[in-house]
């Protein structure tokens, strides 16, 4: 068979991008084969080789264009649709191969010609090198707007080129037929042979699914391939037409025609919607040049191209919508195509889910794997459509949810089956759906009533709750009025506001007085609000109702509360300061002097003490009668705390608020207090102070208030004083609160140390006991004996901190100087009488004692004898706690108290240390000899060993072990020194005198 080239390769059909033309010249060389094989009748094709070649062309040629075409038109609409040509050629290529055993061979052969025909002409003549011009034209530095107009400009002749090339592909295959059956047949058979061959050509152009149609305009004759006679309609021929085009195209259709038959464009192109005898509308796209003019320039001849865009449009709007992601896969389960959309919705490419389909169910929620297997086995078995929902894990790794809209259609091109899957993320819808259901599960279990109005307040909905707090059932509310809860004690100014707010779009909140439905009265906090819809229209009112009655009488409770003392129901201390500030804020010179006096009661401890505190309350709260029937009217009687009280005295000059103080005083001294089998006389301190212009503030006025009261205690209790500016003792109570700010700064900047001074044995043994001291440094680093302090830091509630300090400052030393606690029999530590009442010093000890691991026994605690009496109860427990962990204790200043021995025997100490008033004169004054002994021989008959203190000299110190006492301390034994010097030294003990 001779080979020729019945499509030759020339510059028509170049892009101008090399390696693309190349690969197109292997789709050519595939055509002339089978053009030479239609041309010469040679032996059956192995059509096999050939569909091989051409998909194997597809697969290297496609993978290298669409690169290309990505690189520059990602995510653009050409690039798309470019893709989709190259789908429908695999789908048309694969339908043919199919087709292999119903259609003879020539049949089949010919078809394949004419698609692979029209592809050259149609893709790679105007669409690729539509696409390369513009791919050039953007490498050259143009965007893509102006890429895309200058490949318009420089396309506007292509169809003319295509065109010619149609055409000498057919006269050259005509006329080489005619040639070679000539040759063979010795020309008798040239003329059936040449109709043989054109009908072949016919067969071609018809086979495609672009028509084409070809006029004789000098005849008025047209040849047409079937179902485009809407062509006729423009050329004006006599052949009637089974479709029009409709009348709103025709006019811009015929007019564009005519301008090309005057030579006034180089090509005819027309985009219109036509309609057929059965009212179906569809939008075509024709084609065409002149290929014919007489010397005068008239028309002769023009051919072209009629295509129905219909399908091919719409599926493109679809496939390209930004609204749902699309995928489509065949019956064979393989993803073949997915649109942007999918894309953008789950974050993954092409590259990554075309291909088995495998890939897109492992992202399925594993819940709804079934649920999407089931669907798609129904779909393709029974060729239906489904709707359905499920999850799947977008890139990012998240779950969504999607509503899927899957539909089983036929190819592009062909007959193979496909399903095509819309998708639209319905997450938040979804979200939405849960939030209702939740939402009204909630407002059913809600705790507060609701209800739900008509647009004109008719009852549509209320909840449990609104039973539960109204009494009305669901039954008997619907469809009336809130009304129906009225009290009629909410104004109606209220009512009128509500609604002024909420028919205005507005909420309304307050609260109103209700009525249940069995007449009772209840407070409602209420919340109201319009439920409008799209367009701002309220539908709905819902109301969210409170049940406030419990909160307004607590409210009620805890106002009074506020300003009350809970026990005796007296003004409190911030209501009493609150009308004090009120008072000074509205003083005017001359106008009315005013007082404020500071009681104190003396003695009530001893109640608390001796019969607890339920007594202490009770006598409060009689007392507090008893005040209130003295005071007068407009005067202001409170309980400040514990066993205090405050009078405010309005228009009250100081003359007149002495009488009534000794009134208040009158009252306590009489009181008598009964209690079981006990009675008590107690007293009152109270201290009193003028209120005038010359006064600053409240705060000042209190401290005068309770200076004065605790110079009545000074003085000797149950007396009143009188705050003057230049009283001596103010001024020495004032020092005593100057001193409170010292010792605040000295413990905020740990400006104390310790001393330590020897208790020395008097029988020549060898234990070593000390005491340990407290010291104030200075700024100048001077220091300050306890003396000075203490007193301002019991009386101003400082003392546990002090107490504090020394416990953990001496345990810290003793635990880093483990030599010194092994070598040492005992460290006393002094604790004050308001730390042996507090638990928290008691808690803080042991605690101490287990952080730094300090043995018991090592430690001996001294409590005055006056704390110990006056706190006996609690003294006792708190000495029997410590004494469970070996602590010991020693009674300091024994013999000061005024009953001594009667309560000695109550209290487990095991040191008693004689206060040295007594010891410091033992040796000119016969009495203080005698207490000493006296003390002495008590304290060994109780097994509790002696300690003298105050040894000055050499002569005290032996009176004092003549007597028998076990141990001495004073400056003729040895002298305090920095407990830091001490443990720093060797021998761990201080110079002391033999004795």
Known sequence: MDYFEIFPWNDNFETGISIVDEQHIELVRILNELAVHVANHSSPIKLDKVF????????????????????????????????????????????????????????????LLSFLTQWLAFHILDSDKRMAKVVLALESGKNMEQAKIQADQEMSGSMQVLIKTVLSMYDSLSTRTMELMREKNLRKQAEADLLASEERWKVILEGNNDGIWDWDIVNDEIYVSDGIDSILNLTGTDKKGTVSILPDDIVRAKKELQAHLDGKTEMFMNEHRIVNSNGVHSRVLTRGKVVSRDKQGKALRMVGTHTDITEREIASAVFQSGSEAIFVNDVDNNIISINPAFTRLTGFSKDEMLGDISKWIELIHPQDKAIYEETMEQLITNNIDARYQYRIKIKKGDYIWLESSSQYIKGYLDNTARVVNFMADITERKKTEEKLIVLSRAIEASSSAVVITDPHGNIEYVNPKFTEITGYSRDEVKGKNPSLIKSGETPRSVYIDMWQKISSGGEWKGELRNRKKDGSHYWDRVSISGVKNSSGKILNYISIQEDATFEYELAEKITYQASHDFLTGLINRQEFERRVTRLISTIEPDEYEHALCFMDLDQFKVVNDTCG????????????????????????????????????????????????????????????????????????????????????????????????????????????????????????????????????????????????????????????????????????GELFSPGEFLAAAERYDLISQ??????????????????????????????????????????????????????????????????????????????????????????????????????????????????????????????????????????????????????????????????????????????????????????????????
Request: charge should be negative; glycine fraction near 6%.
């Open 52 to 111: 091989n070649e051409l998909t194997s062309y597809a697969d290297y040629h496609f993978k290298t264009e669409e690169g290309i075409w990505d690189a520059h038109f990602k995510d653009d609409d050409w690039l798309t649709k470019h893709e989709l040509t190259h789908h429908a050629f695999l789908e048309k290529i694969s339908f043919l191969k199919n087709e292999e055993k119903n259609k003879p061979l020539e049949i089949l052969v010919q078809e």
């Open 613 to 780: 505190h339920q007594a202490g309350d009770e006598l409060l709260l009689q007392l507090s009668s008893l005040l209130q029937t003295v005071v007068r009217k407009r005067d202001t009687l409170a309980r400040l705390g514990g066993d205090e009280f405050g009078v405010l005295m309005e228009h009250c000059s100081l003359k007149n608020a002495q009488r009534l103080a000794e009134s208040l005083q009158q009252v306590v001294h009489e009181f008598q207090f009964r209690w079981q089998e006990h009675s008590f006389k107690i007293g009152v301190s109270i201290g009193l102070v003028s209120i005038n212009e010359s006064v600053p503030n409240m705060t000042e006025l209190m401290q005068k208030a309770d200076a004065a009261c605790y110079v009545a205690k000074d003085l000797g209790r149950n007396r009143i004083h009188v705050y003057h500016d230049k009283d001596e003792n103010l001024v020495k109570r004032h020092g005593e609160m100057q001193w409170v700010e010292r010792i605040q700064k000295a413990l905020e900047k740990d400006k104390f140390c310790l001393y330590a001074q020897p208790i020395v044995p008097l029988a020549h043994n060898s234990e070593k006991h000390y005491e340990l001291l407290l010291r104030m440094e200075t700024k100048k």
């Open 802 to 995: 002090l107490d504090n300090w020394v416990i953990k400052t001496a345990f810290k030393l003793l635990a880093e100087h483990p030599v010194f606690l092994n070598q040492v029999d005992s460290i006393a530590i002094n604790l004050s009488g308001h730390s042996l009442s507090n638990d928290e010093t008691l808690n803080f000890i042991i605690s101490q004692l287990d952080e730094y691991q300090i043995e018991g026994n090592k430690i001996c605690f001294e409590i005055t004898e006056t704390a110990a009496i006056s706190n006996l109860r609690i003294a006792t427990r708190f000495i029997s706690k410590l004494k469970k962990l070996n602590c010991r204790f020693s009674l300091d200043d024994f013999g000061s108290g005024l009953s001594s021995f009667g309560y000695l025997k109550n209290l487990p100490v095991d040191y008693l240390k004689i206060d040295g008033m007594f010891v410091k004169n033992i040796v000119s004054d016969a009495i203080d000899h005698a207490m000493v002994k006296s003390i002495n021989e008590i304290g060994h008959v109780m097994n509790m060993k002696t300690i003298a203190e105050f040894i000055e000299n050499d002569e005290i110190k032996g009176m004092v072990r003549e007597i028998g006492i076990d141990y001495g301390q004073g400056f003729g034994i040895g002298k305090p020194i920095p407990f830091n010097e001490l443990l720093d030294r060797t021998n761990n003990v201080i110079d002391i005198k033999k004795v």
